[in-house]
């Protein structure tokens, strides 16, 4: 199993960037797909982005499509989220997420197994 830490949250002003990243202790971190999700104060949980172990496939919610990038250095068990042109509905608490038992990309918060603690992003307007 792996162990998701993540960090890089911050303030930023509108327009802003921020780039988050996961580091993921634990065996054979390579073959984990690896997720972001963030959770906006009063709503659910969010899918924002995920990639495959090899890096070729990598989805995006459609709220940061264009704005947002998901890569992954599997020598340094670390994933990262750049964020550009922030928004102030983009504040929240991101979360990484990994998990190595389904043929295919999740998308979803419950087909993820391992979760970090999350951290804050705050957009201000």
């Known amino acids: 199993q792996v162990k998701p830490v993540e960090s890089g949250g911050g303030l930023v002003q509108t327009g802003g960037s921020l780039r988050l990243s996961c580091v993921a202790s634990g065996r054979s971190f390579s073959s984990y797909a690896m997720g972001w999700f963030r959770r906006a104060p009063g709503k659910e949980r969010e899918f924002v982005a995920s990639i495959t172990w090899t890096s070729r496939t990598k989805y995006y919610g459609d709220s940061v499509k264009g704005r947002f990038t998901i890569s992954r250095d599997n020598a340094k068990n670390t994933v990262y989220l750049q964020m550009n042109n922030l928004k102030p509905e983009d504040t929240g608490v991101y979360f990484c997420?990994?998990?190595?038992?389904?043929?295919?990309?999740?998308?979803?918060?419950?087909?993820?197994?391992?979760w970090g603690q999350g951290t804050q992003v705050t957009v201000s307007s």
């Open positions: 997420a990994a998990e190595k038992t389904r043929p295919y990309l999740p998308v979803r918060a419950d087909e993820y197994d391992y």
